[in-house]
């Protein structure tokens, strides 16, 4: 039995997947406050159950959620002494596109910037590198007609043509990842560089 735990955006969720069937879940769309939510919501979903490995979102999205979420899924690996694995936001709002389609994944990034990467499918498998732009440099950038996430809108809005979902990663969508997409360092993806610069040496 699999929990997998997603916290890296501005929604909070985790679930329970079982031979690729997913036996139960809770998702809510909290904004803030991940780290008082995601535990609880993991006590409520287990019920006693203990499961036999961990999955989470090691992001890009939010740098506290992505924080969140992995602390939480490192601390109950070491208390249950399971293993550990993540996977990518992008490629888990890729994985509900229709099979068959190319599709455009745009998050709210910070600094007004949009993260972006684009995925093909059968099997479902990044086309480029993850991006951090801004609006107007990921409009140019993402080729898919269809375009999913936070992002979504600005982005189809900017390039004037395409079909936009706003939507955010879930942790059942997990299912629909290759196993590749789904076995990750369980380690942030920040996407960008960070804010702060090293001091210069006097």
């Given amino acids: 039995m ?10 909070c969720s985790a679930a329970l997947i079982d031979g690729g069937q997913v036996l139960d879940e809770r998702h ?33 999205g939010s740098f506290t959620g992505v924080r969140v979420g992995l602390a939480a899924a490192h601390g109950l690996a070491i208390g249950w002494g399971v293993p550990v694995s993540g996977y990518s936001s992008m490629a888990a709002l890729a994985s509900t596109a229709a099979a068959g389609r190319e599709v455009g994944i745009a998050l709210h990034g910070g600094h007004g910037q949009l993260f972006v990467q684009s995925y ?14 801004s609006p107007e440099a990921a409009a140019a950038t993402v080729k898919a007609e269809l375009v999913l996430g936070s992002g979504a809108e600005l982005l189809v809005k900017i390039r004037g043509r395409g079909e936009a979902m ?37």
């Fill in 2 to 11: 699999l929990l997998v735990i997603d916290s890296a955006t501005a929604a």
């Fill in 28 to 60: 809510e769309v909290v904004g803030r406050g991940h780290a008082e939510r995601l535990m609880p919501m993991i006590g409520e979903l287990l019920a006693g159950r203990c499961p036999s490995s961990i999955l989470v979102d090691c992001g890009p």
């Fill in 120 to 133: 093909g499918h059968d099997p479902i498998a990044p086309l480029d590198q993850l991006q951090s732009l």
């Fill in 166 to 202: 706003d939507a955010l990663p879930r942790a059942s969508a997990v299912v629909g990842l290759p196993e590749g997409l789904r076995s990750l360092p369980p380690r942030p993806i920040y996407g960008r560089a960070p804010d702060a610069k090293p001091m210069l040496a006097l």
